[in-house]
């Protein structure tokens, strides 16, 4: 009865760290997918860029200039030249459900990718 204990015990953790070695070859599959910040222009894709990576996007168009900032995860919109300046007003952006919108310059930046918090919200609703 003894040998078969240890024998049920063996397969069990040879069956527990193949689960959690599985686990983690997933995990790092997952991690291979980055984000990206994506800028639209009337619609139109104007720019991809990395969002580990630091660029200032500078966009020039009929309806004004833009300037939006990519720093290591975050994106923000530093200069606008709409009047009500709303778009810079809100900040910094890191997950996939932000955007932020200039609508009189017909700017839309959006973080697309994977987030590892799926499913939360950034505000809350009443």
């Known amino acids: 009865m003894r040998k ?3 024998i049920l015990i063996g397969i069990i953790l040879i ?3 193949g689960i959690y070695g599985l686990n983690i070859y997933i995990n790092r599959l997952s991690e ?3 984000k990206t910040v994506n800028i639209f222009i ?3 894709l104007f720019k991809s860029v990395d969002i580990d990576n630091y660029e200032e996007v500078k966009i020039v168009t009929e309806y004004g200039e833009n300037i939006v900032i990519i720093d290591r995860g975050k994106v923000r919109m530093k200069e ?3 009047p009500d300046k ?3 007003h809100m900040g910094w952006i890191s997950k996939t459900i932000q955007n932020i919108v200039c609508l009189p310059g017909k700017v839309h930046v959006e973080i697309a990718g994977k ?3 799926k499913g ?3 505000a809350v609703a009443r």
């Open 15 to 17: 069956i527990a760290f």
């Open 80 to 82: 606008a030249s709409c």
């Open 86 to 88: 709303v778009c810079v």
């Open 32 to 34: 291979n997918e980055k």
């Open 115 to 117: 987030d590892d918090e």
């Open 120 to 122: 939360e919200m950034d």
């Open 42 to 44: 009337e619609g139109k």
């Open 4 to 6: 078969k204990e240890f």
